[in-house]
């Protein structure tokens, strides 16, 4: 009895999906036209968890595997809401999405149309809309598939392309894509601590480097520059890596996997800050990384914003790293805070203008007066032996993160963090040098300073968020026209620079 009244209820829903999969072999046909739409109906809220729908819009049937497809994708994203978004799909994993920076929520159901007026876009079929791609009036004529290269192309009349999934934001890279500088592939964190947190890589004429951004401040944690005198103008994925090109299509800098290793099919900024470059493993239908530009020390929040990230891989809080406080760089750096060294420790953060030609006395100082200031690293010179101790480098960070031991043995390195001198001396004098059983404080005190500047704008976050990376784009459209303007001047002049050695990293 059970059996048979499950069987018919199951029988009508395999009608229904067989039907819904008629209708979209129907629709991806060549191109998607004029007058097109795909929709998606999505359960009565609350959403379930595990909810996932899709509708394709284009696929490249009988290409050869992985193969790319366009669709309506909707999901279950947490809190009882469903989120939709029109998605690139290769051999299943989402390679670029349309809401990468914003989510979309819709009630009822989920519609991708392609307006008469050339508009595509994404709407609740109730005149909320989620995306647009904002080409109405251009004469946009069909959305089209690129089957080799997965860029989702809007085309006129003429087969111009008024608008591609290429130049939106998004954290994959993918092979046979050639792209103009600048560059810039974003990801959210993943991470609880500090969630306003992203990371952006960016591909620019004189460097590539990958960033973590917090709020206005952002640091640099990996960095490749070609060689001197060397300008980089586009960025090429193929199946060897990722080459940085001069004017003259030559190859300026390059980042390859092991010899060895099948294809690269596209590369990736992780959730957790890594730059990753997949092959796809045939055997086993699914992708595998073949590169990692990082170990998990070298990441910025592989630890919390209040550990060491020791040289075995282990988080380690603070405190078993600091040296005795008060700090011994004297009685100006515990008015309000203390600031504590950390012993062989050294941040895999860099910051844009570090201060050079100081003492470590006058960077730990600054810092500890500087209220937007929470840890300083002090390197010393290497060259000269006698100004070597006298004069540095020293960096000033708002961020206590990217924490880690020194591999190297170097002794150049010294890292100080604050900590608030109220709460770490009791009624303890700043001065008394000689107090021998502080050691237990700083670890604690860390993370109650570190949590009151993070848990207070964990509440805002989900708006930050969005005006941050508005505002970064904001600031990156800017920078981007002045490179193009430079570039401009450049191809101009013409250089004659020879092919040089390629940097591997
Ligand atoms: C546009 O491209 C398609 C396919 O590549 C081709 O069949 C068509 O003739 C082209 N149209 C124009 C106007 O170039
Ligand atoms: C850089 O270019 C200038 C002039 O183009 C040349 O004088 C200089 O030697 C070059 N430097 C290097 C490191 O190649
Ligand atoms: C990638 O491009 C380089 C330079 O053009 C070439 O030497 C290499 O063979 C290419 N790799 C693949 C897998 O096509
Ligand atoms: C205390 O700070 C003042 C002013 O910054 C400085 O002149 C003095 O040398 C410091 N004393 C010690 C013991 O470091
Ligand atoms: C560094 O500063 C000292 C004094 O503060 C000065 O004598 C020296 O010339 C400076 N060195 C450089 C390289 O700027
Ligand atoms: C305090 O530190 C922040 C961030 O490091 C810096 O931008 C600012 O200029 C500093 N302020 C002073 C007065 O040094």
């Known amino acids: 009895m059970a059996m048979a009244s499950n069987r018919a209820r199951v029988l009508p829903m395999l009608l229904a999906v067989a039907v819904l999969l008629l209708e979209q072999i129907a629709l991806s046909s060549a191109d998607f036209p004029l007058g097109g739409q795909a929709t998606v109906q999505l359960p009565p809220a609350p959403c379930q968890p595990g909810f996932a729908a899709r509708a394709v819009v284009l696929d490249a049937h009988g290409h050869r595997q992985p193969a790319f497809v366009a ?60 995306w647009l791609s904002g080409t109405a009036g251009q004469g946009v004529k069909a959305l089209h598939l690129d089957r080799k290269t997965g860029n989702l192309v809007l085309l006129d009349a003429q087969n ?88 003259q299509g030559v190859t300026v800098a390059q980042i390859t996997p092991p010899v060895k290793k099948p294809p690269v099919s596209f590369l990736a900024l992780g959730d957790d800050g890594n730059l990753v470059m997949y092959y796809y493993d045939t055997q086993h239908q699914k992708f595998r990384a073949s590169y990692r530009a990082l170990g998990f020390c070298e990441l910025p929040l ?14 380690k809080d603070f405190s078993e790293y600091a040296d005795r406080p008060p ?102 004098d700043d001065d008394d040098d000689e107090d021998e059983d502080d050691d237990s404080f700083p670890g604690k005190l860390s993370t109650s300073t570190i949590l009151m500047i993070c848990g207070a704008i964990d509440v805002v976050c989900a708006l930050v968020f969005v005006v941050l990376v508005a505002l970064y784009f904001r600031r990156l459209r800017k920078l981007a026209g002045a490179v193009d303007r430079v570039v401009e001047l450049q191809e101009g002049e013409t250089e004659g620079a020879g092919e040089q050695n390629d940097t591997r990293q």
């Open 71 to 130: 669709a309506v994708s909707a999901a279950e994203a947490g809190a009882g809401r469903c989120t939709c978004s029109l998605v690139v799909l290769l051999g299943g994993v989402k390679v670029w999405a349309s809401d990468h920076l914003e989510k979309f929520v819709p009630a009822a159901l989920c519609r991708l149309e392609l307006t008469e007026g050339g508009q595509l876009r994404l709407t609740d079929g109730a005149g909320k809309v989620g």
């Open 327 to 428: 700090a011994r760089s004297g009685n100006a750096s515990c008015d309000k805070a203390c600031m504590v060294h950390l012993r062989g420790v050294t941040t895999v953060l860099r910051t844009s203008s570090p201060l050079t030609n100081v003492t470590l006395r006058e960077c730990v100082v600054q810092c500890a007066r500087n209220l937007s200031c929470n840890a300083a690293l002090y390197v010393k010179d290497d060259a000269g032996v006698v100004a070597a101790a006298e004069h540095g480098v020293c960096s000033h960070y708002t961020l206590t993160a990217g924490a880690r031991e020194v591999t190297d043995g170097s002794r150049r390195y010294s890292y100080w963090v604050k900590f608030p001198a109220a709460a770490a001396g009791g009624d303890e």
């Open 302 to 315: 592989s630890c919390s914003v209040h550990e060491v990230c020791s040289s075995a891989g282990k988080c």
């Open 160 to 247: 111009c392309t008024r608008w591609q999934s290429l130049d939106d934001p998004t954290d994959t890279f993918l092979r046979g894509q050639q792209r103009r500088l600048p560059v810039y592939l974003i990801a959210p964190t993943t991470t609880k601590v500090v969630s306003s947190v992203f990371y952006s890589f960016e591909l620019d004429g004189d460097k590539i480097a990958a960033y973590v951004n917090f709020g206005e401040t952002r640091y640099s944690y990996w960095e490749l520059a070609p060689p001197a005198n060397r300008t980089m103008a586009s960025a090429r994925l193929n199946g060897s890596g990722l080459r940085m090109l001069d004017l």
